[in-house]
DNA sequence: ATGGTAGGCGTCCTA
């Protein structure tokens, strides 16, 4: 079963590239982020004319995510548990079977948190508590579960271009990099990491050709418990997505798991 | 030389 994460930054402007991508790498289920758009406007006839059943977790204007599947969608739950004034629409998840097992598949925009300090970094940091929380009870049901999405956050000095310039921002301040890591000292794995030892980024900036000069970053992530670990057969990231016409500033990261 | 770009029911905010 291969499972993608992809920030399209904006369903609407990028619904060409979405349904090309789509088309290409012809992922069994895709969870997608900052669909900026309410769960009217969001284009599922188009998507479903692919082969996919689409949930949708939307907000006016801002992020928002969703999720594809082309097999059923079971057991959908909408937002992050664990503070129910959050009105921000960054969780989604839901439960997809295979022919070998099913898998529970969490789909997640993480809050970029910028500018650091300030309100936005405290609000990054106590969802980032929730995650944690939510992380804790998944692994807790021994199961295969994945929670794939933007995360906002540069794990390594290795994962970003320039670490120095780096050195201040919400994405990779020593306290954020210190809650990814405690999720992932659960027990969750890092999947790209788990299997390449290598460079690679999944975000450029629009701005001053950070793309043709590949500064970039590693923000997106797919992490699994032990027991989807144990079914992982492959992970990588679509680069050359990045390159294409009318791109999203974030490249689709994908799993294959033998599920 | 502190620049630059993209999206959104938008004349600023978020990234």
């Known amino acids: 079963m291969k499972i993608a994460t992809f920030n399209i930054n904006g369903v609407k402007a990028r619904l060409p590239a979405l349904l090309d991508w789509l088309q290409a790498a012809r992922p069994d289920v895709a969870v997608l982020q900052e669909i900026k758009s309410?769960?009217?406007?969001?284009?599922?006839?188009?998507?479903g004319d692919l082969g996919y059943n689409v949930a949708v977790?939307?907000?006016?204007?801002?992020?928002?995510?969703?999720?594809?599947?082309?097999?059923?969608?079971?057991?959908?739950?909408?937002?992050?548990?664990?503070?129910?004034?959050?009105?921000?629409?960054?969780?989604?998840?839901?439960?997809?079977?295979?022919?070998?097992?099913?898998?529970?598949?969490?789909?997640?925009?993480?809050?970029n948190g910028n500018p650091a300090p300030g309100p936005k970094y405290v609000y990054k940091l106590a969802w980032m508590e929730r995650l944690e929380a939510r992380a804790r009870a998944l692994l807790a049901e021994e199961q295969p579960a994945v929670m794939l999405g933007d995360y906002n956050v540069i794990p390594e000095p290795r994962d970003v271009h320039d670490p120095a310039a780096w050195a201040d921002d919400a994405l990779f301040l020593p306290q954020t990099r210190a809650a990814f890591r405690r999720i992932l000292n659960l027990g969750w794995y890092d999947a790209y990491r788990a299997l390449?030892?290598?460079?690679?980024?999944?975000?450029?900036?629009?701005?001053?050709?950070?793309?043709?000069?590949?500064?970039g970053i590693r923000i997106d992530h797919a992490l699994l418990t032990p027991q989807a670990a144990d079914r992982l057969r492959a992970c990588a990231i679509d680069r050359g997505v990045r390159g294409g016409e009318k791109p999203s500033d974030h490249v689709p990261l994908w799993i294959d798991l033998d599920i």
């Open 57 to 111: 977790h939307g907000q006016k204007g801002f992020n928002g995510v969703a999720i594809l599947s082309r097999r059923p969608l079971e057991d959908l739950s909408l937002g992050l548990p664990g503070d129910d004034d959050d009105a921000q629409a960054r969780w989604i998840e839901a439960t997809v079977s295979g022919d070998r097992g099913a898998v529970r598949v969490c789909g997640l925009y993480l809050p």
């Open 38 to 47: 309410e769960d009217a406007g969001f284009p599922a006839e188009a998507i």
């Open 196 to 215: 390449h030892d290598d460079v690679a980024y999944t975000f450029w900036d629009y701005q001053a050709g950070a793309w043709p000069k590949n500064y």
